[in-house]
């Protein structure tokens, strides 16, 4: 029987580069769903989490070399369902080093395989969710079987890179082929919330994420997180479930959590029974959760959430320009529906993480200024501004090759880590109006304009105390981040 190393690699610090300390420290949660699941299998499996034992690259590939594994399996996700890309060089870089069979799964390798192969020092690729394609490339290590019966495993035959014959097919009953999370690989205390996510409480550990669903039916232009799932559609881990799993959280000591679905807010069945599960509990959780403006409608649910002990939602507004949402099919809605959807969650005590995304296709110097200024009026306890980037896996990437935008892994580009969104190298798109300068440095000032507010710190005092403003203030102390692009 085969021995397997499941690596999540170092990448945190070049992905959040001087904000490091701010970002959480997440359990890697796929990393523990195909562990559980191969051993489920009876593999024996082992988990290297570099990020949470603060190891370099050369560090981890040292420690995969001692561990020996007949397989070491690199799950290539980020503490966001669109930060693959910039994970991938510091794996790229323990494997080079580390010298051992391997493959790479997760939202890049899916979206491109052939080049993750073709250009990276991996002995295999996965594409889709990956657990299968291990398990069968473990049994062709036994010799069950050959390479060509493995389900989305791409490999080299004769110096060519050659596909899958078997395409990867869906997990359809979740909780019966992926019904465990892998808690037991991971010490909850080691971990940690962003800093925001803990306002008001005395530490930001433990810390746990636990997913409840897989994929979106959405299709907005700049996603890429159904590159795993090969389309739109969603799938969903029954509350009976995902109850036993925050009972195994709350036996652990875990406060703070997070559902990293891209859409938990979606299905109020779904939302209606985890909750009352979660209330029947008792447990003392902080949890927070993905939603769109137009699933924050229901009033009674959201009160319900509050009780569940969900104390925040990261609500994707993205834009204050409707034409420029519309430009990405993000939604129908308009900006009286953005304002009444936040105000309704806030409403029951439970905070917003608006998310807004500066440069796309469609934007100019006052539509980002209109967006900016929404975000003000909203004064949102937490906000996230991002610069528009054509992650692979999303149309966005797609139409943004077609219409010859620089890429960061074109010729003279930083390479993969230009699509980390707080990275010295950082690369956004440009777009029909603006540079991809303009966009950055726009986007920079926006984020120090919101939070150095006496509006802003006025409510957060009120809200969590002395202590939360001082945690922003030693934020904004550090400085705009050092930008090659703007320097």
């Given at each position: 029987?085969?021995?397997?190393?499941?690596?999540?690699?170092?990448?945190?610090?070049?992905?959040?580069?001087?904000?490091?300390?701010?970002?959480?420290?997440?359990?890697?949660?796929?990393?523990?769903?195909?562990?559980n699941y191969l051993r489920h299998h009876d593999y024996q499996v082992e988990v290297l989490d570099a990020e949470v034992e603060g190891l370099s690259e050369v560090q981890t590939a040292k420690r995969i070399r001692s561990a020996r594994p007949d397989l070491a399996v690199f799950t290539i996700y980020?503490?966001?369902?669109?930060?693959?890309?910039?994970?991938?060089?510091?794996?790229?870089?323990?494997?080079?080093?580390?010298?051992?069979?391997?493959?790479?799964?997760?939202?890049?390798?899916?979206?491109?395989?052939?080049?993750?192969?073709?250009?990276?020092?991996?002995?295999?690729?996965?594409?889709?969710?990956?657990?299968?394609?291990?398990?069968?490339?473990?049994?062709?290590?036994?010799?069950?079987?050959?390479?060509?019966?493995?389900?989305?495993?791409?490999?080299?035959?004769?110096?060519?890179?050659?596909?899958?014959?078997?395409?990867?097919?869906?997990?359809?009953?979740?909780?019966?082929?992926?019904?465990?999370?892998?808690?037991?690989?991971?010490?909850?205390?080691?971990?940690?919330?962003?800093?925001?996510?803990?306002?008001?409480?005395?530490?930001?550990?433990?810390?746990?994420?636990?997913?409840?669903?897989?994929?979106?039916?959405?299709?907005?232009?700049?996603?890429?997180?159904?590159?795993?799932?090969?389309?739109?559609?969603?799938?969903?881990?029954?509350?009976?479930?995902?109850?036993?799993?925050?009972?195994?959280?709350?036996?652990?000591?875990?406060?703070?959590?997070?559902?990293?679905?891209?859409?938990?807010?979606?299905?109020?069945?779904?939302?209606?029974?985890?909750?009352?599960?979660?209330?029947?509990?008792?447990?003392?959780?902080?949890?927070?959760?993905?939603?769109?403006?137009?699933?924050?409608?229901?009033?009674?649910?959201?009160?319900?959430?509050?009780?569940?002990?969900?104390?925040?939602?990261?609500?994707?507004?993205?834009?204050?320009?409707?034409?420029?949402?519309?430009?990405?099919?993000?939604?129908?809605?308009?900006?009286?529906?953005?304002?009444?959807?936040?105000?309704?969650?806030?409403?029951?005590?439970?905070?917003?993480?608006?998310?807004?995304?500066?440069?796309?296709?469609?934007?100019?110097?006052?539509?980002?200024?209109?967006?900016?200024?929404?975000?003000?009026?909203?004064?949102?306890?937490?906000?996230?501004?991002?610069?528009?980037?054509?992650?692979?896996?999303?149309?966005?990437?797609?139409?943004?090759?077609?219409?010859?935008?620089?890429?960061?892994?074109?010729?003279?580009?930083?390479?993969?880590?230009?699509?980390?969104?707080?990275?010295?190298?950082?690369?956004?798109?440009?777009?029909?109006?603006?540079?991809?300068?303009?966009?950055?440095?726009?986007?920079?000032?926006?984020?120090?304009?919101?939070?150095?507010?006496?509006?802003?710190?006025?409510?957060?005092?009120?809200?969590?105390?002395?202590?939360?403003?001082?945690?922003?203030?030693?934020?904004?102390?550090?400085?705009?981040?050092?930008?090659?692009?703007?320097?």
């Amino acid at each position: 029987m085969q021995t397997v190393l499941i690596v999540n690699p170092p990448a945190r610090s070049g992905v959040y580069g001087q904000l490091t300390n701010l970002a959480a420290v997440e359990i890697p949660v796929w990393a523990g769903i195909i562990a559980n699941y191969l051993r489920h299998h009876d593999y024996q499996v082992e988990v290297l989490d570099a990020e949470v034992e603060g190891l370099s690259e050369v560090q981890t590939a040292k420690r995969i070399r001692s561990a020996r594994p007949d397989l070491a399996v690199f799950t290539i996700y980020g503490q966001q369902p669109s930060a693959s890309t910039q994970c991938l060089p510091a794996a790229e870089g323990v494997v080079r080093d580390a010298g051992v069979r391997s493959i790479a799964l997760g939202t890049h390798p899916s979206a491109l395989p052939l080049k993750t192969l073709r250009e990276g020092p991996w002995t295999y690729v996965a594409q889709g969710e990956g657990h299968r394609t291990v398990r069968g490339l473990l049994q062709v290590l036994d010799g069950m079987h050959g390479l060509e019966g493995v389900e989305g495993l791409w490999r080299w035959v004769d110096n060519k890179v050659v596909g899958p014959k078997v395409s990867p097919m869906n997990s359809i009953d979740l909780d019966a082929e992926l019904g465990g999370r892998g808690f037991s690989f991971f010490d909850f205390d080691q971990y940690r919330a962003h800093n925001w996510h803990a306002f008001g409480y005395p530490s930001r550990s433990p810390y746990a994420s636990l997913q409840t669903s897989l994929g979106c039916p959405f299709a907005c232009t700049f996603c890429c997180i159904n590159a795993p799932f090969g389309g739109t559609g969603i799938r969903f881990w029954s509350p009976g479930n995902v109850s036993k799993h925050f009972y195994q959280l709350g036996l652990r000591g875990v406060t703070h959590v997070k559902i990293p679905d891209e859409m938990f807010l979606l299905n109020p069945r779904h939302v209606e029974a985890i909750c009352d599960a979660l209330i029947d509990l008792r447990g003392d959780f902080n949890i927070w959760a993905y939603a769109r403006v137009d699933t924050c409608r229901n009033e009674r649910l959201l009160e319900k959430m509050k009780r569940a002990g969900f104390n925040w939602l990261g609500i994707g507004i993205e834009s204050g320009s409707e034409h420029v949402r519309d430009g990405v099919a993000k939604g129908a809605f308009g900006q009286l529906e953005i304002v009444t959807a936040v105000k309704k969650v806030q409403a029951q005590g439970i905070a917003v993480g608006a998310n807004y995304i500066f440069g796309l296709p469609d934007d100019t110097i006052e539509t980002m200024q209109g967006t900016l200024e929404l975000a003000c009026e909203l004064n949102t306890e937490w906000a996230n501004f991002y610069c528009a980037m054509a992650y692979p896996g999303s149309q966005l990437h797609k139409d943004a090759q077609g219409r010859g935008w620089r890429l960061p892994e074109d010729p003279g580009g930083p390479g993969w880590i230009g699509y980390s969104q707080h990275n010295y190298e950082t690369l956004p798109l440009p777009t029909e109006h603006l540079s991809a300068a303009e966009v950055l440095r726009f986007r920079d000032a926006a984020f120090h304009y919101y939070f150095d507010r006496p509006e802003y710190f006025s409510m957060l005092e009120r809200k969590f105390g002395e202590a939360a403003v001082q945690q922003v203030q030693d934020m904004l102390a550090k400085g705009p981040i050092r930008r090659r692009l703007i320097r």
